[in-house]
T-cell receptor, first 110, second 116 residues
């Protein structure tokens, strides 16, 4: 079983829509979770960390559900500039590396 | 503050050739790593290092060597290039907190490698 699994999409949504991505992880003892954003032909960049109580950064909300072992990313009021691939990332305990999901592609349509 | 830099940006090799992908960071990060990214596969860890003089294998280390003689530099060597190594290669660095957990990973711009 993969450490991290994501729905690859693509998600095509109109401007102003709300869209949510989920990601599941296999190691129940994992403590660190992140969402990264990757634009076409560019390097991944940190979008936000995911905290146990959930956290918000402007239009972006990240949540963690430990019981079901998934993390989510909610984007409200989608902008054209949100078009990108969103990578779910997990750091299992005792692992000196991060595990990346394959990414979910989002296209926001005018 | 340049962050993480990688050279070259593009490279074409013939099967059997060797080459070194360069990576440097100026943030004094202890942790550095190399990933390859292939369509539908996501980012896969090749090798990583938690400090100068210390390296370890990741998920897909075969065909690659690394060394970490300084904190700043972490070159990746392809010993004998094969078409299966055609990919985009990203170097990344991060700090390690007191508990040894990884902080935010900062990525270089990537090297697009084609092996014919």
């Amino acid at each position: 079983r993969k450490e991290v699994e994501q729905d690859p999409g693509p998600f095509n949504v109109p401007e102003g829509a709300t869209v949510a991505f989920n990601c599941t992880y296999s190691n129940s003892a994992s403590q660190s979770f992140f969402w990264y954003r990757q634009d076409c032909r560019k390097e991944p960049k940190l979008l936000m960390s995911v905290y146990s109580s959930g956290n918000e950064d402007g239009r972006f909300t990240a949540q963690l559900n430990r019981a079901s072992q998934y993390i989510s990313l909610l984007i409200r009021d989608s902008k054209l500039s949100d078009s990108a691939t969103y990578l779910c990332v997990v750091n299992p305990p005792g692992a000196n590396n991060l595990f990346f999901g394959t990414g979910t592609r989002l296209t926001v349509i005018p | 503050n340049a962050g993480v830099t990688q050279t070259p940006k593009f490279q074409v090799l013939k099967t059997g050739q060797s080459m070194t992908l360069q990576c440097a960071q100026d943030m004094n990060h202890e942790y550095m790593s190399w990933y390859r990214q292939d369509p539908g596969m996501g980012l896969r860890l090749i090798h990583y290092s938690v400090g100068a003089g210390i390296t370890d294998q990741g998920e897909v280390p075969n065909g690659y060597n690394v060394s970490r003689s300084t904190t700043e530099d972490f070159p990746l060597r392809l010993l004998s290039a094969a078409p299966s190594q055609t990919s985009v290669y990203f170097c990344a660095s991060s700090y390690l907190n007191l508990a040894g957990a990884l902080g935010t990973q900062y990525f270089g711009p990537g090297t697009r490698l084609t092996v014919l």
